[in-house]
């Protein structure tokens, strides 16, 4: 996770929220275009046309709506000549799960195959299981659709040879890394060491001290204890977009059709000023862009409830000299 952002495919990287950051690291790889996926998704380079994508590292995350207007903003940067990055928090989930469902789309590969694509460039490639399921729910029932609508719209056949082709050799360098062990297809046994860090071990091998105790006492003799195991991490809440201070929060996305017709709300910020009126324009601006998808109704989180101003008990009122 920390050894840098990988190429999985020409003109298509994943990576972390830490290489997402590093400007040397991206004018190396000669990043154009980021899809930045986690809870708190926004603009960090100028430069870099952004589509920010507001979605929780949680099974119960619909990510499979986002993967028409993840599909457009790729392939069209690719077809452009440009680099893309893919990136979450970790970089082995919500980043790998796009990029899977962008494989897919654009090659003849299942969801299973695509994910080795995937993690013979990036090692750590490890979706939740929720993710595994809205893959394997997206073959079944949109993957033929998706392929047409990606056809009709980008007719170009620059990429169709060379991407099936580099998929080919890498599902072959796949079955030659697991034999050596030098991946993992995150189906390792409990208590068994994986290769990667991916799988999980047994808890029986956890250890769990009670508080206050010290080393070199004996656990007690009396009766059976069982280890104390720590509640689980409730999932991350969404957040919405940084907000204007002068338009409430259901107005921050444009009205106006954008680039694919989805049920997701996006908005487009240009690179003009502060004051500049928002626009839409095409798919691939000429200039810097950035797009933050919202969640569909129903899915975005409650603001609080504002509290009311406290009353002061006294006034204290000014004359002028």
């Known amino acids: 996770m920390g050894n840098g952002m990988n190429k999985v495919l020409p003109g298509l ?7 997402s950051k590093d400007a040397a690291q991206l004018d190396r790889y000669e990043i154009t275009h980021i899809v930045a996926i986690h809870d708190a998704a926004r603009r960090l380079h100028p430069d870099k046309h952004y589509l920010c994508v507001l979605a929780s590292d949680s099974p119960e995350q619909n990510l499979s709506q986002f993967f028409p207007l993840c599909n457009d903003f790729i392939h069209a940067a690719r077809l452009r000549g440009g680099n893309v990055l893919i990136h979450c928090l970790a970089g082995m989930s919500r980043s790998v799960t796009v990029a899977v469902a962008y494989i ?6 299942n969801w299973k195959e695509a994910l080795k694509v995937v993690r013979v460039g990036r090692a750590v490639a490890n979706p939740n299981l929720g993710f595994l399921k809205q893959l394997h729910e997206f073959e079944e029932s949109r993957l033929a659709d998706e392929r047409r609508r990606l056809k ?10 060379s991407d099936e082709e580099q ?3 890498l599902l072959v360098s796949y079955q030659s890394l ?3 062990r030098d991946i993992c297809d995150g189906q390792c046994a409990y208590g068994q060491v994986c290769p990667t860090g991916l799988c999980r071990v047994s808890s029986k091998s956890r250890i769990f001290r009670r508080k206050g105790s010290q080393k070199g006492t004996s656990p007690p003799t009396s009766g059976r204890s069982s280890p104390r195991v720590l509640p689980p991490t409730p999932p991350a809440r969404l957040r ?6 002068s338009l409430p929060a259901s107005l921050l996305a444009d009205d106006s ?7 997701s709300r996006l908005s487009m910020l240009s690179d003009a000023g502060a004051g500049a009126r928002p626009r839409t324009t095409p798919l691939m601006p000429h200039a810097a862009s950035t797009w933050r998808v919202r969640e569909r109704a129903g899915s975005a989180p409650v603001s609080p409830r504002a509290s009311p101003p406290a009353t002061p008990r006294h006034s204290w ?4 000299s």
């Not at 919405?240 to 201070?245: G, I, N, R």
């Not at 009122?317 to 002028?320: G, M």
């Open 178 to 180: 697991i034999l050596s």
């Open 257 to 263: 059709p954008g680039p694919h017709r989805s049920a």
């Open 104 to 109: 897919m789309s654009v090659t003849s590969l």
């Open 167 to 169: 998929c080919q050799l």
């Open 13 to 19: 990287y994943v990576g972390n929220y830490r290489d």
């Open 152 to 161: 009709e719209r980008y007719p170009s056949v620059a990429l169709v040879d």
């Open 240 to 245: 919405s977009c940084p907000s204007s201070a």
């Open 317 to 320: 009122r000014l004359k002028k």
